[in-house]
């Protein structure tokens, strides 16, 4: 488990994690998100002891990160894959890890296989591709086959498949009951990785609930009703005590119902549905929603008959 309580970091007068207090747990994958400048990176470099905080305290498996020994065998992270020695092969830069920490030369043969770089474990990474960066640098996070493991944007530069297999890896270390913390800003990805969410914007924390929990708080829901009889189906809706709202392409749109009592209500007036949806939000217009407040940097939409161009 990580234990985040009052975490601060200040850089002169700008407040870059502001009193961050949340627990990460074991046996799930809990997602790690915030627009740019939301101090995602320095809440990370932190838990990993590579920034000192101004206040506050961060605990891994109840110990500071420099009161461990053999740290890669308690946590491992993924957090810059081209933090490598480019004069050193693939092999040799995890045996230095390896070698640090009491770890087993055999492992590293393992996670080159279970990466899929066992290939190219002879060459330097200085040649990699970004996508090939990234399976080395989760290597290197899997190499003291720890309890717990961060990665930040771990999908970065990988192909449909490669983001296929890290998902699924990512799963399958929670479900061993291991602690996952994952920082991405890929939101579609991010909904099919993560089951609970911390999401925080300027430095503090705006949210840590489960992702079903976070998306029905930010966002609107409704059921999606069409039929070649609207004017009856909004009386019927009406006289139930549900207020339909229009919408431009002639269907209903019905908060505070679920699809199965509209359906039962449209039988017992003898309507025909053509549509009956229930409508979700994204985890993307979720967090677009929540930290619409917290964005640092705002792009703007350029306009004119020119396409655009500044003057």
Same mark, same amino acid.
């Given at each position: 488990?990580?234990?985040?309580?009052?975490?601060?970091?200040?850089?002169?007068?700008?407040?870059?994690?502001?009193?961050?207090?949340?627990?990460?747990?074991?046996?799930?994958?809990?997602?790690?998100?915030?627009?740019?400048?939301?101090?995602?990176?320095?809440?990370?470099?932190?838990?990993?002891?590579?920034?000192?905080?101004?206040?506050?305290?961060?605990?891994?498996?109840?110990?500071?990160?420099?009161?461990?020994?053999?740290?890669?065998?308690?946590?491992?992270?993924?957090?810059?894959?081209?933090?490598?020695?480019?004069?050193?092969?693939?092999?040799?830069?995890?045996?230095?890890?390896?070698?640090?920490?009491?770890?087993?030369?055999?492992?590293?043969?393992?996670?080159?296989?279970?990466?899929?770089?066992?290939?190219? !474990? %002879?060459?330097? /990474?200085?040649?990699?591709?970004? @996508?090939?960066? $990234?399976?080395? #640098?989760?290597? =290197? +996070?899997?190499? &003291?086959?720890?309890?717990?493991?961060?990665?930040?944007?771990?999908?970065?530069?990988?192909?449909?498949?490669?983001?296929?297999?890290?998902?699924?890896?990512?799963?399958?270390?929670?479900?061993?009951?291991?602690?996952?913390?994952?920082?991405?800003?890929?939101?579609?990805?991010?909904?099919?990785?993560?089951?609970?969410?911390?999401?925080?914007?300027?430095?503090?924390?705006?949210?840590?609930?489960?992702?079903?929990?976070?998306?029905?708080?930010?966002?609107?829901?409704?059921?999606?009703?069409?039929?070649?009889?609207?004017?009856?189906?909004?009386?019927?809706?009406?006289? !139930? %005590?549900?207020? /339909?709202?229009?919408?431009?392409? @002639?269907?209903? $749109?019905?908060? #505070?119902?679920? =699809? +199965?009592?509209? &359906?039962?209500?449209?039988?017992?007036?003898?309507?025909?549905?053509?549509?009956?949806?229930?409508?979700?939000?994204?985890?993307?217009?979720?967090?677009?929603?929540?930290?619409?407040?917290?964005?640092?940097?705002?792009?703007?939409?350029?306009?004119?008959?020119?396409?655009?161009?500044?003057?």
């Amino acid at each position: 488990m990580i234990e985040l309580r009052g975490l601060t970091k200040r850089y002169g007068e700008k407040t870059a994690v502001d009193h961050l207090t949340f627990s990460v747990r074991s046996g799930i994958v809990t997602g790690f998100l915030g627009p740019n400048g939301a101090g995602k990176s320095t809440t990370m470099r932190l838990m990993l002891g590579l920034d000192g905080p101004t206040s506050g305290d961060v605990r891994i498996d109840g110990r500071r990160y420099d009161q461990l020994r053999d740290p890669l065998n308690y946590i491992g992270a993924l957090l810059e894959a081209k933090a490598v020695h480019g004069g050193r092969s693939a092999y040799n830069h995890l045996l230095c890890m390896a070698q640090s920490n009491g770890i087993p030369r055999r492992r590293i043969g393992e996670v080159l296989d279970l990466v899929g770089l066992s290939a190219v !474990a %002879g060459k330097r /990474p200085k040649g990699f591709s970004l @996508g090939m960066g $990234q399976r080395l #640098g989760i290597a =290197a +996070a899997l190499l &003291g086959d720890p309890r717990i493991l961060m990665f930040d944007e771990p999908v970065n530069g990988l192909d449909p498949e490669g983001i296929h297999w890290i998902r699924n890896l990512m799963q399958h270390l929670a479900r061993e009951g291991r602690t996952v913390f994952v920082s991405s800003h890929l939101m579609s990805e991010m909904s099919l990785t993560a089951e609970h969410l911390v999401v925080i914007g300027r430095g503090r924390l705006l949210a840590d609930t489960s992702m079903a929990d976070f998306i029905a708080a930010n966002s609107r829901t409704y059921v999606r009703v069409r039929t070649p009889e609207p004017e009856r189906m909004r009386d019927a809706l009406s006289g !139930a %005590g549900l207020t /339909p709202v229009a919408a431009g392409d @002639g269907s209903w $749109q019905v908060e #505070g119902a679920d =699809a +199965a009592r509209i &359906g039962e209500l449209a039988a017992g007036h003898q309507l025909v549905l053509h549509e009956l949806s229930p409508q979700k939000a994204s985890l993307e217009e979720a967090f677009m929603q929540l930290t619409a407040e917290s964005v640092e940097y705002h792009a703007h939409e350029e306009s004119g008959a020119d396409g655009g161009k500044g003057r």
